[in-house]
């Protein structure tokens, strides 16, 4: 009987293993919630700078501030991000970006209302780095193929007062900057693109200009000025679900510890002769 009971015990232990079901994906020092669903999507601030024609870049930062719906996705730590991009096509109403490059950190959690955005994004580029995304082409619609961001919206006296801008993201698989293991989660390939091609990440964009940081100069409509904020969605599907390591080693060592158990028995019950 006692034998059953360890074949039952190491036979659920490998089934939770192998299905993952309720455990913690935590890569990178980050909690994406359960293993049971590949797909992750996270929540953001964002702050950025004013675009009023072509060859401009277009700077922003923001916090991300859930993942899979969770706040506390990584203790007293957070994700920030940096992007650029450069406008090309501006019109009074839409606005096509290329050359994106999206730089995420990770750090202890701090109030970005409380400085400028210049302090703001030297903070945020002192921390950890975490992962890297470039801009995706072939966005569809009426964007151009080369556009990799496309932003529209309604302007007055040279500034957006509401704009609205929708993207696609490619992890840096390069190893320049950040965490492999997030890299390679996160470059999941499962969204498509308007060629027949594969993104890993969507991003859509909300701004205005009625609230602003209160450190920042007064926006007067130049280019580069910080007269846009807002929030950020991010949308993908990760490549695998890793079985945590603190599981697996543990695991590994109940199955061994059976597995002599029981050649033990066998060799005590073996009939001699």
């Known amino acids: 009987m006692k034998n059953l009971s360890y074949l039952a015990f190491s036979a659920a232990l490998a089934a939770a293993m192998s299905s993952g079901g309720a455990s913690a994906m935590i890569v990178g020092g980050v909690d994406f919630g359960s293993t049971g669903s590949l797909s992750h999507i996270e929540t953001g601030t964002l702050a950025q700078t004013l675009i009023t024609g072509n060859g401009q870049t277009l700077t922003?930062?923001?916090?991300?501030?859930?993942?899979?719906?969770?706040?506390?996705?990584?203790?007293a730590d957070k994700l920030y991000y940096v992007?650029?991009?450069?406008?090309?096509?501006?019109?009074?109403?839409?606005?096509e970006f290329v050359d994106g490059v999206v730089k995420v950190y990770k750090g202890l959690e701090f109030n970005l209302s409380d400085q400028s955005s210049a302090q703001n994004l030297t903070d945020i580029q002192a921390l950890d780095p975490w992962v890297q995304f470039n801009?995706?082409?072939?966005?569809?619609?009426?964007?151009?193929?080369?556009?990799?961001?496309?932003?529209?919206?309604?302007?007055?006296?040279?500034?957006?007062?509401?704009?609205?801008g929708t993207g696609l993201l490619d992890v840096d698989t390069s190893g320049a900057f950040g965490?492999?293991?997030?890299a390679d989660?996160?470059?999941?390939?499962?969204?498509?693109?308007?060629?027949?091609?594969?993104?890993?990440?969507?991003?859509?964009?909300?701004?205005?200009n009625l609230a602003l940081n209160q450190n920042d100069p007064a926006c007067t409509g130049a280019a580069g000025e910080w007269c846009l904020a807002g929030s950020g969605n991010f949308q993908g599907?990760?490549?695998?679900?890793?079985?945590?390591?603190?599981?697996?080693?543990?695991?590994?060592?109940?199955?061994?510890?059976?597995?002599?158990?029981?050649?033990?028995?066998?060799v005590r019950l073996a009939p001699h002769g």
């Open 185 to 208: 989660l996160l470059d999941g390939n499962g969204i498509p693109d308007n060629a027949g091609g594969l993104a890993d990440l969507t991003v859509g964009t909300i701004s205005t």
């Open 179 to 182: 965490l492999p293991s997030v």
């Open 60 to 75: 922003g930062y923001g916090e991300i501030t859930t993942i899979n719906g969770l706040t506390n996705y990584a203790g």
């Open 83 to 95: 992007f650029t991009y450069t406008s090309q096509n501006f019109s009074p109403s839409t606005v």
């Open 237 to 266: 599907i990760a490549a695998a679900v890793p079985i945590p390591a603190t599981l697996l080693l543990f695991g590994s060592g109940i199955l061994s510890t059976l597995g002599l158990g029981l050649r033990s028995r066998r």
């Open 135 to 164: 801009g995706h082409a072939n966005l569809g619609g009426i964007a151009t193929p080369s556009a990799e961001l496309f932003a529209f919206g309604t302007l007055s006296g040279g500034v957006f007062l509401n704009v609205g």
